[in-house]
């Protein structure tokens, strides 16, 4: 079973600066991984909903496609 990453993401963007810097790097991304990003991370989406959201065909399938988002989003901040 992998990691749910979304914790992670929470303890990164506790700072303004680093707020910032989510904010901008989410901007980079694809509307794809900003949806994901945001149902997870703002929104608290579970698998399921995430699913249902962005059209993906299983939970499992939404699940894997926010771990490469929010892989994603960490390479964009640390560029920043």
């Known amino acids: 079973q992998l990691h749910d990453p979304a914790p992670s993401v929470i303890e990164t963007i506790a700072s303004k600066q680093d707020q910032q ?9 694809s509307s794809l991984d900003r ?4 149902g997870a991370v703002e929104l608290g989406y579970n698998h399921e909903q995430l699913a249902l959201a962005t059209g993906k065909p299983t939970p499992g399938s939404a699940r894997v496609a926010l771990t490469r ?12």
């Open 21 to 29: 810097r989510y904010k901008a790097a989410l901007a980079r991304l």
């Open 35 to 38: 949806d994901l990003i945001v």
């Open 69 to 80: 988002a929010i892989e994603r989003l960490v390479a964009e901040m640390r560029r920043a």
